[in-house]
Antibody, heavy 118, light 108 residues
Framework: QVQLVESGGGVVQPWTSLRLSCATS????????MHWVRQAPGKGLEWVAS????????TNIESVRGRFTISRDNSKNTLYLQMNSLRPDDTAVYFC???????????WGQGTLVTFSS | SYVLTQPPSVSVAPGKTARITCGGD??????LHWYQQKPGQAPVQVIY???ERPSGIPERFSGSRIGNTATLTISRVEAGDEADYYC???????????FGGGTKLTVL
């Protein structure tokens, strides 16, 4: 069955970096566009970034442009999100999700939490 | 880009029908999708392409759309349906995704 397992979250300081990973199994990863979606505490879902099946094309929301980079390693069936210059408003659970029909998300990981130390 | 508007909350008695709406402007031919999220869990797709149901989702869940408004209908509501529900659309021109603000379904 399809499995997506995120890792790499943690407690960070402002302006530092973090790399999230999403290990996948149960489907042909190299054929699937992939996404990161985040959810701030007590808030709704926000799409963050997408990457094409071959990693050659990616898109993201304006608030992370120039700071976050989505990438993938098809030989390892793994999706990444490199997050630089982290800001307190980046605090969220970050989910990886597989691209579904007509721009939907058909499978989701359980998420990894990124939070800031006070 | 799109702004999707959902009611913040909907309440329904067990066994009744819940309807959650999602409105947007100029959605055109873009498809609307729906997700269920229970506390502490990842979202689960319950409807895609306006009215298609993924395998494993009960027939009690259905989707419809008239113009720029989509509706998620849950028939014979059960206590286990209590969750947050989100609608979502993809702007295919720029390949960006947008979510509605979410609706908290309370089963009375």
């Amino acid at each position: 069955q399809v499995q997506l397992v995120e890792s790499g979250g943690g407690v960070v300081q402002p302006w530092t970096s973090l790399r999230l990973s999403c290990a996948t199994s149960g489907f042909t990863f190299a054929l699937s566009p992939m996404h990161w979606v985040r959810q701030a505490p007590g808030k709704g879902l926000e799409w963050v970034a997408s990457v094409s099946f071959d990693g050659k094309t990616n898109t993201n929301i304006e608030s992370v442009r120039g700071r976050f980079t989505i990438s993938r390693d098809n030989s390892k069936n793994t999706l990444y999100l490199q997050m630089n210059s982290l800001r307190p408003d980046d605090t969220a659970v970050y989910f990886c999700a597989r691209d579904g029909e007509r721009g939907s998300f058909d499978y989701w990981g359980q998420g990894t939490l990124v939070t800031f130390s006070s | 880009s799109y702004v999707l508007t959902q009611p913040p909350s909907v309440s329904v008695a067990p066994g009744k029908t819940a309807r959650i709406t999602c409105g947007g402007d100029n959605l055109g031919g873009e498809s609307l999708h729906w997700y269920q999220q229970k506390p502490g869990q990842a979202p689960v797709q319950v409807i895609y392409y306006d009215n298609e149901r993924p395998s494993g989702i009960p027939e009690r869940f259905s989707g419809s759309r008239i113009g720029n408004t989509a509706t998620l209908t849950i028939s014979r509501v059960e206590a286990g349906d209590e969750a947050d529900y989100y609608c979502q659309v993809c702007d295919s021109l720029i390949d960006h995704r947008f979510f509605g603000g979410g609706t908290k379904l309370t089963v009375l």
